[in-house]
């Protein structure tokens, strides 16, 4: 949702190759070279449920500890983001925690490899465990987060069960095809600065579009803004190209880009302005009539570079 907007739903009148929009209001160092150990898979941080791993658990967040790794003077170990959070006093035994590293856990867990956590999503690489968080921030097995924008949605997973989950909880309409024609009302545009429309998926060449329509304030200035996400990698994306189109009273704005990825939020690609922009009273004059109503028709395609 666009900061202190409202969040807002359409209701679709849809043909063949148009639709009507209307908006109703409404996440121990040693010298030796180590020995490398190899975690198997396992719960959920991806190994094996023993020893070791429980040593390199923090027992505040229960996520795996990277330096500095901090102890008490009684040996109970925290990472260093939880340190912080129970104000420098051990969980375990409530002593001060004063500024000990436990070097000898560092050396451990530097000798270990473990496979990466998303193993049983496609991934079989096997990493150092100083590097497998960095891989997991950028895996291409990593789930995919949910593209809508009307709400903050925490749900995550892979593009058929995201497109399920569209579908079926945030009722986001569903259409077959390249071309598009659209159109967004708004009965009292100007008490309107932020505010999301409904989401629309097309299914194209197999693979599924999100179309997105928003106001907010550009600098000083209310604007509306249109633009196409694509629901997979940006590797993939970079494989299609899309127009959007808006006018009346004989000119128009045309809008020629790359989709981006929904890796990509849907906020991060509106503050970047990638998308077709266009000023409110150019809306509204577009709109025709007394400029009391936003009527805008926003049409597109959708096509596959060679």
Partial sequence: MAPGGGTFKEVLEFHPSSGDYEI??????NNATPTKTTVGLGSKHGVSNNGVHELLECPVCTNLMYPPIHQCPNGHTLCSNCKIRVHNCCPTCRYDLGNIRCLALEKVAESLELPCKYQ????????????????EQNCRFRPYNCPYAGSECSVTGDIPALVAH?????????????TFNHRY?????????NATWMLTVFNCFGRQFC????AFQLGMAPVYMAFLRFMGDDNEAKKFSYSLEVGGNGRKLIWQ?????????HRKVRDSQDGLIIQRNLALYFSG??????????????????
């Avoid at 569209?166 to 390249?178: F, P, R």
């Avoid at 179309?211 to 928003?214: K, R, T």
Wanted: proline share 4%; glycine share 6%; with cysteine.
């Fill in 211 to 214: 179309l997105h329509f928003e």
């Fill in 166 to 178: 569209l579908k079926d909880d945030h009722k986001v309409d569903m259409h077959d095809g390249c």
């Fill in 289 to 306: 009539g007394d400029r009391q109503e936003l009527k805008l028709r926003v049409t597109g395609r959708i096509w596959k570079e060679e």
């Fill in 185 to 193: 009302v708004k009965s009292n545009p100007h008490e309107v600065e």
């Fill in 120 to 135: 049983s999503l496609g991934c079989h690489d096997i990493f150092p465990y100083y590097s497998k968080l960095k891989h």
């Fill in 24 to 29: 109703a209001t409404s996440k121990a160092e």
């Fill in 257 to 265: 880009g790359i989709p981006r990825s929904i890796r990509d939020s």
